[in-house]
């Protein structure tokens, strides 16, 4: 009877069977959460960078734990992003399609709150600020009084504000993953602007331990300069009187920013140029000695730089205002 009607035979039956499951829906299931938001950022840094070890800086997170995020939104969106391993980093196909949609997303938010900061004559926000690795962060700077105006003007606002090369600066302005950049010597590019600021003095230093630290400074020529091991220095770096010297010079080494330039001079091996302000107490404490040499310094001379666009355009243009009064 049962075979009759369409029914499997009774032995076919067995008692107490768990039923199959559906297979699993992929895609977003469910309304975006706070923790979405943060996956996808993280996703999309990732993807910006071309890897998990090369966003660690950007994150601020260890790769493990980059790791844990990605595979959390990949749970999340039932869906493979990546590729990781030996072979290197790649997005699949679903990857990049959720890389966009993304992007499309942040935009929309960031666009949101920029009509709400124009209709409410305020603004509020997140603020990423892209700082170069090599900037002076010591003393009173003009960079110092314009943070405290804005936040001071602006307490709804998020300042988020990161060190990166000068190279990574543009990269993250151009692509909008920062609100503005300082940079040393931007490239003439037509979406760009760039608004000179401010120039800071370096002066040529070394270390107590240093030969020339005891050498009386009448006796301290060419010679000498060109004798002793010298941090190299950047192209965007200059003045007259180093521009006729640095043919001359036995670079040795190299130090990308401030502190590492100050640890290699401060281990009495190497000679090398340090911002003013930031040598100020080494220089009382007879760790550093400034080696005036006809008063050779050079000059670095920085700049504001955005990628204005409706999205960030209201927020880049008040701090770069309030930089101007500071300079």
């Known amino acids: 009877m049962f075979a009759e009607a369409g029914f499997p035979p009774l032995s076919r039956i067995r008692p107490n069977a768990t039923p199959r499951r559906p ?20 996703f999309a840094c990732v993807a910006q960078h071309g890897g998990f070890a090369a966003a660690e800086l950007a994150l601020g997170k260890s790769k493990s734990s980059i790791s844990i995020d990605i595979a959390a939104l990949e749970n999340r969106l039932s869906m493979v992003l990546c590729h990781r391993g030996r072979a290197g980093f790649a997005l699949t196909n679903e990857g990049q399609g959720v890389l966009d949609a993304t992007t499309r997303l942040f935009t929309d ?28 962060f010591h003393g009173e700077t003009a960079l110092l009084r314009a943070i405290q105006i804005f936040t001071s003007r602006y307490p709804a606002v998020e300042m988020d504000v990161r060190s990166a090369s000068t190279r990574d600066v543009e990269f993250a302005v151009r692509n909008g993953t920062a609100t503005a950049g300082i940079t040393l010597y931007p490239h003439q ?3 760009m602007e760039a608004t000179a600021l401010f120039s800071e003095r370096s002066n040529l230093y070394c270390g107590a331990r240093h030969p020339l630290f005891d050498r009386p400074e009448d006796t301290i020529d060419i010679a000498a300069l060109a004798e002793a091991r010298m941090i190299s220095v950047s192209d965007a770096a200059s003045s007259p009187r180093w521009d006729e010297l ?22 009495g091996m190497y000679v090398g140029f340090l911002p003013e302000l930031f040598v100020t107490q080494m220089v009382q404490q007879d760790r550093l000695r400034h080696i005036v040499f006809n008063d050779l310094h050079l000059v670095n001379h920085f700049y504001f730089l955005i990628h204005p ?13 309030i930089l101007e009064e500071t300079c």
Not at 120 to 136: A, E, M, V, W
Not at 309 to 320: D, H, I, K, S, V
């Open 23 to 42: 297979p699993r829906a992929s895609g977003f299931q469910g309304r975006i959460a706070e923790v979405d938001l943060r996956l996808l950022r993280v």
């Open 189 to 191: 590019q037509p979406e």
């Open 246 to 267: 640095r043919p001359s010079m036995n670079f040795a080494a190299r130090a990308d920013n401030i502190d590492s330039r100050a640890l290699l001079i401060l281990s």
């Open 309 to 321: 666009t409706p999205e960030n355009g209201l927020m880049a243009e008040t701090f770069r205002a």
């Open 109 to 136: 938010i960031d666009l949101f709150q920029q009509r709400i900061n124009d209709v409410s004559g305020t603004l509020s926000g997140r603020f990423c600020l892209y700082l170069p690795d090599n900037i002076q």
